[in-house]
DNA sequence: ATGCGGATTTTGTGATCACATTTCCGGCGA
DNA sequence: TCGCCGGAAATGTGATCACAAAATCCGCAT
């Protein structure tokens, strides 16, 4: 069979589809801060052997996603009060810019899902659904985000929502009312008028919200 | 032995040299965009076996170091025009803003430290060594940005010039007269001064200069 | 009860192997 | 001369094993 050759399926690799799997859990906060992971459990949760799982937890450790001990053991990260106030100072200084960039792209059907988007998460709040709330407000991030055309930029966005995701679900859990959804029809409307510089502003004010409460 | 016993001396595990090696050298300009690496290689160069090679490989292609083709051929990337500017549009964005934190905390002997390393940046230009160049001028920018206490906000930034290393050196091969000492000489002098605005703005310049020269 | 010491289990690390696929290269035919 | 084909070499992948260090647990003495 030379001719029609179908371009051979291209099968992922199991320590990516392990890596995938691991990273969504820690970027929407379904792991504990200070938690005990081992490569081992990983192979066993994943029935996978021990190598693609020891390769997984590599690249998570490389984004900052998990972090080792002197002695080699893997946990969640337990992040500090500085670290966590450096993380948002990023996302302050990246978010905006990547709303600004989105913006001129953002036609009616991008503005028309973001609402639909910050529907959910109003019901996730109402729900007190932490895991919920964290995954579409991250949604609704990304798809905006999405429009930039700047993947090296949102990858790196991603990369501090990966770092803060076991932080943020230990830290949403005990607020009482998150206002994103209020940022986030600020920044909508903003996208509506073309009103580069309130987009920016309210991405801003979304972004380092979850930090004020942190003096509790 | 109980009571005198010493921290057990720790040692670093072959992975991390392995990837600690690789890195540095990705990062300085070592490697040619679109040179081809191979586990294999990396094993034997290094005397170690397959499984901590694989595990460095993993990690720097976490880190977009290395690129990986649709069937997991490793090798430097080779960035489009597009990704160049969008990454420097990153470092535009958190370089000064390390540099405004590092300057309350920049006492004189940093400044000297600074004029030295910049010294030497213009050996290497008279020199045309690329790879010394660029070692020097990522020094520059890293002894000022570790005074800026962000630890989190500088690896971000070192992620982005590991993307931009082998471009680099390929980008500077071709340039003739790389002004950055020029605006380091700036910066040192806004960063005696106090002006923050100033610092800033010469850092941007600095940042965003080898971007222009692109159109060529 | 409580702290301590040693045995036991757990865990990360590195090496090796087998296998499938891809890539490379040399030769053959149009 | 150019293109194609087939075998050989190279390469990534996943599994398994042995080992050392660390963490845990259990019983004992105070």
Redesign the pocket.
């Known amino acids: 069979m030379?001719?029609s050759d179908r371009?051979?399926?291209?099968?992922?690799?199991?320590?990516?589809?392990v890596f995938r799997a691991l990273r969504s859990e820690i970027m929407h906060g379904e792991i504990t801060p200070g938690q005990?992971?081992?490569?081992?459990?990983?192979?066993e949760t994943y029935?996978?052997?021990?190598?693609?799982?020891?390769?997984a937890?590599?690249r998570l450790t490389a984004e900052g996603a998990l972090s080792?001990?002197?002695?080699?053991?893997?946990s969640a990260p337990q992040l500090s009060t500085e670290r966590i106030e450096e993380l948002a100072s990023i996302r302050a200084l990246l978010e905006p810019e990547l709303a600004a960039r989105a913006q001129p792209r953002a036609h009616l059907a991008l503005i028309e899902r973001l609402q639909n988007i910050n529907t959910t998460i109003e019901q996730m709040i109402v729900k007190k659904d932490a895991v919920g709330y964290i995954r579409s407000n991250l949604e609704f991030h990304r798809t905006l985000y999405l429009r930039a055309q700047a993947p090296a930029m949102l990858a790196m966005v991603e990369t501090v929502w990966l770092q803060l995701g076991p932080t943020m679900s230990a830290l949403y859990a005990r607020l009482q009312r998150p206002n994103a959804a209020g940022h986030h029809r600020t920044a909508i409307a903003a996208l509506r008028a073309g009103d580069e510089p309130g987009l920016k502003l309210a991405i801003r004010a979304d972004v380092t919200q979850g930090l004020r409460m942190l003096g509790s």
Chains 1, 2 share one sequence.
């Open positions: 030379s001719k371009p051979t399926e291209i099968t992922t690799p199991t320590h990516e589809r005990a992971i081992t490569i081992r459990g990983i192979a029935g996978v052997s021990m190598t693609p799982a020891r390769e937890v590599r080792l001990s002197k002695t080699g053991r893997v």
